[in-house]
């Protein structure tokens, strides 16, 4: 599995952002995917994760009431549908996947995932 994340860019406070994150090497059949970003100099934070079978979302504090995960599992295609962005939200976000089942707390750690794509840069500016 090979994921690729797409959709980042320059974007107002207050604007609306979609982020995708597509899987190759066929239909995805892994557990979850995840969302996490990285501002500059700053450490990784989780924002949100999605259980594929079922679209169970998991968010961040920085993610919940204004970022929206879901999946496409015939695109084997992870969203993450942003509003309401701020200046702080600037950071390279990256997805990841969960191969095998995890359990829910084991969602936000990012060292646990088994694969990784190259982040898309999000830029927000006041």
């Known amino acids: 599995v090979q994921l690729q994340a797409s959709g980042g860019g320059v974007m107002q406070t207050g604007d609306s952002l979609r982020l995708s994150c597509t899987a190759s090497g066929g239909t995805f059949r892994g557990y979850s995917m995840a969302w996490f970003r990285q501002a500059p100099g700053k450490a990784y934070e989780f924002v949100s994760a999605i259980i594929w079978k079922d679209g169970k979302a998991f968010y961040g504090d920085s993610a919940k009431g204004r970022f929206t995960v879901s999946r496409d599992s015939a695109k084997n295609t992870m969203y993450l549908q942003m509003s309401s962005l701020k200046p702080e939200d600037t950071a390279t976000y990256y997805c990841?996947?969960?191969?095998?089942?995890?359990?829910?707390?084991?969602?936000?750690?990012?060292?646990?995932?088994?694969?990784w794509g190259p982040g898309t840069l999000v830029t927000v500016s006041s």
């Open positions: 990841g996947a969960f191969l095998t089942p995890a359990p829910d707390h084991g969602l936000p750690m990012r060292q646990a995932y088994d694969v």
